[in-house]
């Protein structure tokens, strides 16, 4: 039976906005009750709320001052969801950051805030305080986090450790004892400020000049269809599984062959 957001509680990270902020108004139009937009800057975020306010009406949705790279910060964003609505039933690990220029911020953010995410969810919150039988957490990778991109080979990393997490924690035996499923989204190219200021975010001229040549051919999507596809996964899709979502086209699933597939007969 599809998930039923009707009636849930979100806690969106990275929402002030971008994709998160569009994948809120999205979850918000399919009946979510409250959703609490966790980010690290506080004018984007206070006029997120405004906007979510102007288009749904009061009560539905809280700004937190988070920052995802410290557990206490992002636990905080967990708590005040609490006090509020009551109810977590949905988790979409969506801050991140792509400038390898300052890849220890980057992994901080991108490979550390999903874990304390992940953590604080399916370990606490999410079991302890969900609204039906059933709780979910969406990771966001990337279209990097299933290809390589010389341009960016430490973003790359920490999608692909962000794809491989999703695998681990999504297994049936955390699910089994949670009833949280654990899913990831990897978006490609998509038409937000991160896309748009790209450039020079790397580790110098020649990764600047492999950027350049993938720019050429690069057209971004509409935040809209990554929000969509979202909620398609929220509502359908099994617990561990990573979703291709680009060209605003329908999500679909990225599978690894079997390992035992490669090996001498």
Not at 4 to 32: F, Q
Not at 56 to 71: E, H, P, W
Request: overall charge negative; aromatic content about 8%.
């Amino acid at each position: 039976m599809p998930f039923d957001i009707n009636n849930k509680v979100a806690l969106i990270s990275g929402a002030a906005s971008g994709i998160g902020l569009t994948i809120a108004k999205e979850l918000l139009r399919n009946g979510l009750r409250g959703v609490t937009i966790a980010d690290v800057n506080k004018e984007l975020g206070e006029k997120a709320l405004q906007e979510i306010e102007n288009e749904f009406g009061s009560g539905r949705a809280i700004f937190v001052l988070t920052d995802v790279s410290s557990m206490k910060s992002f636990e905080d964003a967990f708590q005040k969801t609490i006090n509020t609505f009551k109810n977590i039933d949905i988790l979409v690990n969506g801050a991140g950051v792509l400038n390898d220029s300052i890849w220890q911020q980057e992994i901080a953010i991108n490979v550390n805030g999903t874990v304390h995410g992940i953590l604080l969810a399916l370990e606490n919150y999410i079991p302890k305080y969900k609204t039906d039988s059933e709780g979910v957490i969406v990771n966001f990778s990337s279209i990097a986090g299933v290809a390589a991109f010389p341009a960016f080979p430490i973003y790359t990393g920490t999608k692909f450790a962000i794809f491989g997490m999703t695998k681990a924690f999504g297994d049936e035996a955390h699910y089994e004892r949670t009833k949280v499923r654990i899913m990831a989204i990897c978006p490609g190219p998509t038409d937000t400020p991160l896309l748009r200021d790209i450039s020079g975010r790397n580790l110098g001229a020649p990764y600047e000049k492999l950027l350049q040549e993938l720019l050429k051919d690069t057209r971004g999507q509409k935040p809209e269809a990554v929000a969509r596809g979202l909620v398609q996964i929220v509502r359908n899709a099994p617990s561990g599984g990573a979703w291709v979502i680009e060209d605003d086209k329908e999500p679909y699933e990225f599978l690894l062959p079997e390992r035992e597939n490669f090996a001498p007969k």
